[in-house]
């Protein structure tokens, strides 16, 4: 069964912090590496950080040194620790495997408050 399950998003005031986790079934995250997107009001989805099998990060550079991203390959589990969270992080937040899957679990709100 294909599976993702975000959670951890919640509304928070700008300069605080929230962390993602996101479980995947093994079909998705088997040896992949996997991403967390985000997709604002108004505008497409997109990449904003990826972690191989291996432990290699990629962030986009407007992110880098706000978010972390981590996984926990014996638990199918990968996380987005996001920090001094602004505004414009306001978004639905998902992970996937990357490059993406046609599979897209719920998401997960994260809404940051000026």
């Given amino acids: 069964q294909v599976q993702l399950v975000e959670s ?7 300069g605080g912090s929230l962390r993602l986790s996101c479980i995947a079934s093994g079909s998705i995250f088997g040896f992949n590496a996997m991403g967390w997107f985000r997709q604002a009001p ?6 904003v950080a990826r972690i191989t ?4 990060t990629h962030y986009v550079d407007s ?6 991203i981590s996984r926990d390959n014996a ?5 987005l620790q996001m920090n ?3 505004p414009d992080d306001t978004a639905v937040y998902y992970c996937n495997k990357s490059p993406a899957s046609t599979y897209w679990g ?9």
Avoid: H, I, P
Avoid at 42 to 47: A, F, M, N, V, Y
């Fill in 106 to 114: 719920q998401g997960t709100q994260v809404t940051v408050s000026s």
């Fill in 8 to 14: 951890g998003g919640g509304l928070v005031q700008a």
């Fill in 42 to 47: 108004g505008k497409q989805r997109e990449l």
């Fill in 53 to 56: 099998w291996g432990g290699t």
């Fill in 75 to 79: 638990k199918n589990t990968v996380y």
């Fill in 63 to 68: 992110l880098k040194g706000r978010f972390t």
């Fill in 84 to 86: 001094s969270l602004k």
